[in-house]
């Protein structure tokens, strides 16, 4: 008879919502005492109505330690699910309540670099396209994946294996760039020399040292740099306006920043160029492959970017004939 329970399909008709619910907030926060004070319920109700949850499906979702909780592999396949769906009532909730039945909002994060320099045009050509489609964007400084909830990022990263669907966009590649004036103090010198006499202005990364990318650009080439000198940024668009600004000499993303480059405002004195391993990935929930807002969105920008790419191939092509 259990093998038998178990070859039943959950009908929607009596979904356990409070079950999950519980479950919910018992799996955000690792804590029975949390999630009750989350809910506004007794913490006993909430511990029958999780119990009631691992019995309907036939496993343990959560694993009871001394003076801790731990998630299950049951339990962390579906926790993911189970947010992004409340998350997605609320929204809808929320928009019928506003009276903004227009379309589903689709919530995108960028790297804020990204977002000035290349994918605010793209974004307003999406909305041309697919206006039913409403965006909520955000951007912070983060290498990675952000902490908040959102249904699709462009993130900038290493090469990470993890649970969601991945597409590469590019790889980056990266090289000295500063303004026209300070790339004329560079004549006649080698680029050992140069950047030992320039001021090296720094990119921050998410936990890694200030001089991270310079330190690996002198190791890559064999030169005697020291990279700890110079400011840091935030952002890659900070320091380029600060190179702009006769500041100094940054490491540029030659492909992000093909057009201060093709117009002159940032000069490459040397043609030593760097893949830095990072690169920018679109990434999305597994999940949400069913989504048409997220599939219309993914289909879209990985189109735009293939072509972004062979523009940019075209430029450098054409610049060294």
Known sequence: MGDA???NRINRRWLPLNALRAFDAVGQHLSFTAGAQALHVSQSALSR???SLEGLLGCQLLERKPHRLALTEAGAALLPVVRKSFDRLEQALNAVRNGETGGRTLRVHMPPSLLQQMALPMLREF???FPDVLLDVSSSHVTGLPDQEIDVAIVYDRPVMD???TDLLWMV???PVCSPAVARAAE???????LAETELLHVKLDSEPRSLLWSMFARHFGLPVNAERGPAFDTAISAMQYAMSDGGVALADIDMFAKEITQGRLVRPFESVMEDGFGYYLKFHAE????????VFRSWF???FAAENRTLASMEASATV
């Open 5 to 7: 329970t178990r070859t």
């Open 49 to 51: 109505h999780v119990i």
């Open 127 to 129: 909305r041309r396209e």
């Open 163 to 165: 649970d969601r669907v």
């Open 173 to 175: 590649r990266v090289s």
């Open 188 to 194: 006649g010198k080698t680029l050992a020399e140069f």
């Open 288 to 295: 949400d492959l069913g989504d048409p807002a997220i599939a």
């Open 302 to 304: 990985l189109a735009r």
